[in-house]
């Protein structure tokens, strides 16, 4: 197979032209209210949790084969649609973090109630009204400016940070920004059942196969086939930005299809 030589500037080129493409966003995404209010959440937010574990919880099936009660207490963060659990957890996640356009826009009612933080992409804000926080500006959610290009690892979060095609990763980089020590991934199983292909836009006909509840992207509901290729990119340079910093990613998903980071057992935790 022929290997495609790329030259050693094509990073700087297309850094530069993505600058470039941006430009006319950027006054916004830091001069804002609502993205200034995020800035500082975000510093404040810096090294908080500083050598302290938590858990990821993704929202795939093996959640209902893994007794979560257990994480009452502990520090959590909740992704997506992880609030349709919190009535048979007893308790919310401390955090939650949505990145997905469709995810959002269908679920902003939803989100702008929810009175935990919670960190959506700045793109979203147009699915919010300032009439919507205008009583309770606390649930106003902190903004991240995350792109889909320039692949990286950010280790702090106040400025442009990449998706890497699946919440799970910005979640890695909010939790290292906390200063977590280590990120124990739960229901995170890297499968699902309905294939085809990553990115694309379908409309759930009927019952979720893919997540804990079968109402999560259910009948009519819009959502984006997973690009599992890229999130592995992103996962493994998670891996490496946390073990440089003598930190770690541990998975403890019930029968997860993931094999990047260090298994370990569930119950072995506590």
């Given at each position: 197979?022929?290997?495609i030589?790329?030259?050693p500037l094509y990073?700087l080129?297309?850094?530069s ?5 941006d ?9 804002h209210p609502?993205?200034?209010e995020?800035?500082?959440?975000l510093?404040?937010l810096?090294d908080?949790?500083?050598?302290k574990r938590?858990?990821?919880?993704g929202?795939?099936?093996s959640?209902?084969n ?5 994480l009452k207490?502990e ?5 997506n649609?992880?609030?349709?659990m ?18 959002i826009?269908?679920t902003a009612a939803d ?8 960190f ?11 009439d919507?926080f205008?009583s309770q ?5 902190t903004?991240l400016?995350s ?9 702090d979060v106040r400025g442009?940070?990449w998706?890497g095609?699946t ?16 990120a124990?991934?739960i ?8 294939k085809?292909?990553?990115n ?13 509840n079968?109402?999560?992207f259910g009948?009519?509901?819009r ?8 999130s592995?990119i992103a ?5 490496q930005?946390?073990e440089?910093?003598g930190?770690?990613i ?6 997860g ?6 298994k370990v057992?569930y119950?072995?935790?506590f």
């Amino acid at each position: 197979m022929q290997t495609i030589k790329t030259s050693p500037l094509y990073p700087l080129l297309r850094d530069s032209y993505i600058w470039l493409r941006d430009l006319p966003q950027l006054p916004a995404a830091y001069l804002h209210p609502w993205r200034r209010e995020s800035i500082r959440r975000l510093a404040a937010l810096k090294d908080i949790h500083k050598g302290k574990r938590a858990f990821i919880i993704g929202n795939g099936p093996s959640l209902k084969n893994t007794d979560i009660p257990k994480l009452k207490g502990e520090i959590t963060f909740g992704m997506n649609r992880i609030y349709l659990m919190f009535p048979e957890l007893g308790f919310k996640t401390t955090y939650l973090s949505v990145v997905n356009d469709l995810v959002i826009e269908q679920t902003a009612a939803d989100l702008a109630a929810l009175d935990i933080p919670k960190f959506l992409t700045w793109r979203s804000r147009r699915f919010f009204s300032p009439d919507q926080f205008a009583s309770q500006s606390s649930n106003l959610p902190t903004f991240l400016y995350s792109t889909y290009d320039s692949p990286r690892f950010s280790p702090d979060v106040r400025g442009r940070i990449w998706e890497g095609a699946t919440v799970t990763y910005v979640t890695m980089q909010l939790a290292f920004h906390m200063g977590i020590n280590e990120a124990i991934l739960i229901g995170v199983d890297h499968n699902y059942d309905t294939k085809g292909k990553p990115n694309t836009t379908i409309t759930s006909d009927g019952d979720d196969p893919n997540h804990f509840n079968p109402s999560y992207f259910g009948k009519g509901f819009r959502w984006q086939l997973p690009d599992l290729e890229t999130s592995e990119i992103a996962y493994r340079m998670a891996r490496q930005a946390y073990e440089k910093a003598g930190r770690r990613i541990m998975d403890a998903t019930v029968g997860g299809k993931l094999t990047i980071f260090e298994k370990v057992d569930y119950n072995s935790l506590f």
